[in-house]
């Protein structure tokens, strides 16, 4: 009975030290002969990383599955990792920094402003000053130099943009302040010539870039009233990209536009090819699935000749939307994959000022450039039609309406 009793007193002893070895033991403590290095970096924001970027060298076997760190949000970051050793599972802590190291940009900041003497004040000089950053969604605006707004004469000031990692953007301004003109009878001839517009014919556009690879077309909204498809047609026009809804702004949901029905069955039975397009005013990506659906819903199943257009043009408010240039890129993503779901190809509008220098990341996108020049737009890559000018003139069309080129 003694020699039981002392045996089954061993096996106990065994199977603790076993479970203490095996089950009770300090995952966090790291054996003397692991290695794992970490790499000694920081990680810019939005620059996609992994768990395995970070590990330079180790002698284990990572058993972490999930790659996927925070590398959306700066400041310090802590990810736990699991790892084997000699038949145990430890666990290690990973340390790792995330940084925004790129400046904020103006959008539209003045090289010289002038203002009438006593018309103006300080809050005037930040008026249709509109600026972004990378990553912070209200960057700091502030103003160097003083104006005397009651004296005439000409202030230097610097317009500084801040974001909360101290990078800076700086931009030097003119004021001048002057008097105020008396009111002069005006010169019935000068004044039509200042007002002169330089118009751009379907004839001319047709001459200027029809070519077997390029076709010529147009795009319109209610702004265009009643539209004679039959005759825009004849006049050479190939195609027609229609408003089919537009956001008066974030706060409300797109609204039909209330001539796209009636365009979209008049310009199909005359034979034009037939694009679409959204005006948004999103600031989240909720709202862009929305302005996805709002299409969808409107097609109704109909396929288009062109790829559905999303087109974002808050720059001069930029700053009320309280976003980031990554969060805008973001929303177009979120329209464009919610469309590709639902078997739609999808397009970005924007000028070529616009593209090359506030959208971060053009990827792959397709691109619908404007440039009212005639010279082609210059960005970093291809786009498929280009908008060359908003003063067009097209038979069946009273007023201006914008011109296209499409290359095929």
């Not at 430890?90 to 010289?112: E, G, H, Q, R």
């Not at 014919?201 to 047709?206: A, F, R």
Request: aromatic fraction near 12%; charge should be negative; glycine fraction near 4%.
């Amino acid at each position: 009975m003694k020699i039981k009793t002392l045996f089954i007193i061993i096996i106990l002893i065994i199977a603790i030290l076993i479970l203490k070895n095996m089950v009770f033991y300090d995952k966090y403590k790291m054996p003397k002969d692991v290695e794992i290095i970490i790499a000694d970096k920081e990680i810019e924001v939005y620059d996609k990383t992994s768990l395995y970027d970070l590990i330079e060298n180790s002698n284990v076997q990572i058993l972490t599955q999930n790659e996927e760190i925070d590398y959306m949000n700066i400041g310090e970051h802590t990810y736990t990792l699991e790892y084997k050793h000699k038949m145990k599972k430890y666990l290690c802590d990973i340390k790792y920094s995330v940084i925004d190291s790129v400046s904020p940009i103006f959008i539209n900041v003045p090289s010289k402003k002038t203002f009438y003497i006593n018309e103006a004040d300080e809050e005037s000089l930040t008026k249709k000053v509109s600026y972004a950053d990378n990553y912070d969604t209200k960057p700091e605006l502030k103003i160097e130099g003083k104006v005397n707004f009651g004296e005439v004469g000409k202030y230097k000031i610097k317009y500084i943009i801040m974001d909360q990692s101290g990078n800076e953007t700086i931009k030097d301004t003119v004021i001048e302040i002057k008097e105020k003109p008396e009111n002069k009878p005006s010169d019935s001839k000068e004044d039509e010539e200042e007002t002169k517009e330089d118009f751009i014919s379907i004839e001319e556009q047709i001459a200027n870039h029809k070519t077997s690879n390029t076709m010529i077309g147009i795009d319109i909204s209610k702004w265009q009233g009643k539209v004679d498809f039959e005759k825009v047609k004849n006049s050479g026009v190939e195609f027609v990209i229609l408003r089919m809804g537009v956001m008066k702004n974030k706060d409300t949901p797109l609204a039909i536009d209330n001539t796209f029905e009636e365009n979209y069955k008049n310009a199909k039975n005359a034979g034009l090819k037939v694009g679409v397009y959204v005006y948004s005013e999103a600031n989240t990506v909720d709202k862009a699935i929305e302005n996805a659906e709002f299409v969808i819903e409107n097609l109704k199943g109909d396929k288009v000749d062109f790829p559905v257009c999303f087109d974002w043009e808050c720059w001069a408010y930029f700053n009320e939307l309280e976003i980031n240039l990554y969060k805008l890129n973001e929303m177009y993503d979120a329209f464009s994959n919610k469309l590709k779901d639902a078997g739609y190809d999808t397009m970005l509008y924007a000028s070529e000022n616009y593209l090359n220098n506030t959208w971060l990341d053009l990827k792959d996108y397709t691109i619908w450039a404007a440039k009212y020049s005639t010279k082609k737009p210059t960005i970093s890559r291809n786009y498929i039609l280009w908008q060359n000018t908003d003063k067009g003139r097209v038979d069946g069309i009273e007023g201006n309406v914008d011109l296209d080129v499409y290359y095929k």
